[in-house]
């Protein structure tokens, strides 16, 4: 149940949704770089390895 | 057992490989439980109304955005001082994160400033300082980006974090230093008489919790990433020489 934020609502709903919104893609980006990042030397070390 | 340890960066992966899951579902539970808690559950101020709700986001960002400068400042420190290299990864890691706390803290300053103060900003002493520590946030993530050598850049990038100290120090005790700023002094207080009611301090603590936690564990998987990163770069490195 929403409750009644009466003449501040922009300023609260806006607030809360910058803020999720900006830690979603926080998290998103590094978990994404991540994630890439581990994958790519995962490929090195197996290229160098199979080369001797 | 040593702190040193975990300077060996495959010490450092192991251990938070362990750790992580764990800092990452207690941020979450923290701040799921304290902003459904502070939102859905918690009156309007008397004075405030409704806006009192932002307090459990800004004053944990604005708490973290100071936090992460001290906590890069230390790392910093360790990688002047003992040139341990997964200080300065860890230290590159944590930037983006304390920045993005900045932009939360000076964001919702801003949308509670205008109801309040009638602006959405002030060059107020603890707005300015936040806003300076937000550009050297924004110039120490560059700095790292600009130069290609990783010792040379962890030098640079450590002195640049020194000299951004005094603006993170400037953004905490501004409302102390100068007293004709729109900012109201410390919210929170280890002084019950000074400190907010009851009713908004506990969904507040674990609010702030919760932040902390997510910053550990981002600082976590993003110095694992950066170590990952600097090993790629070595080998290849070492393949175009072979």
Redesign the interface.
């Known amino acids: ?1 929403m ?7 922009f ?2 709903l ?3 949704g ?2 999720l919104g ?2 979603v893609v ?2 998103g980006l ?2 994404a ?2 994630r890439k ?2 994958a ?2 995962a490929k ?2 197996k290229r ?1 390895k199979s080369n001797g | 057992m040593s702190i040193w340890e975990y300077a060996n960066p495959v010490k450092f992966i192991r251990t938070t490989d362990i750790v992580l899951p764990w800092i990452s579902a207690a941020a979450v539970l923290c701040l799921v439980t304290g902003l459904v808690w502070g939102f859905f559950f918690t009156p309007d101020d008397y004075r405030q109304g409704s806006t009192v709700k932002i307090f459990y986001i800004h004053v944990p960002a604005a708490m973290m955005a100071i936090n992460a400068w001290a906590m890069m400042l230390v790392a910093s420190l360790v990688w002047i001082i003992r040139r341990h290299h997964v200080s300065a990864l860890a230290a590159r890691a944590a930037a983006p994160v304390g920045a993005t706390f900045t932009v939360i803290a000076l964001a919702t300053g801003a949308l509670w400033g205008q109801p309040m103060w009638g602006t959405w900003w002030a060059w107020d002493p603890r707005l300015t300082s936040f806003l300076v520590l937000f550009l050297f946030y924004l110039g120490y993530m560059a700095l790292w980006s600009a130069i290609e050598n990783d010792d040379t850049a962890a030098d640079l990038t450590s002195i640049l974090c020194l000299v951004g100290s005094v603006f993170a120090i400037l953004s905490r005790y501004a409302v102390l230093f100068w007293n004709q700023g729109l900012h109201q002094g410390a919210s929170l207080s280890l002084d019950a008489e000074e400190n907010v009611s009851d009713v908004y301090w506990y969904p507040a603590l674990v609010c702030i919790a919760g932040f902390v936690l997510l910053f550990v564990a981002l600082v976590f998987l993003r110095t694992q990433t950066e170590i990952r990163a600097r090993r790629s770069r070595a080998l290849l490195a070492r393949e175009r020489r072979a």
Request: hydrophobic residues 55%.
């Open positions: 149940m409750p009644d934020l009466g003449k501040y609502a300023a609260v806006a607030s809360y910058v803020s900006l830690l926080l998290v590094s978990i770089r991540a990042v581990r790519e030397l090195i070390e160098i």
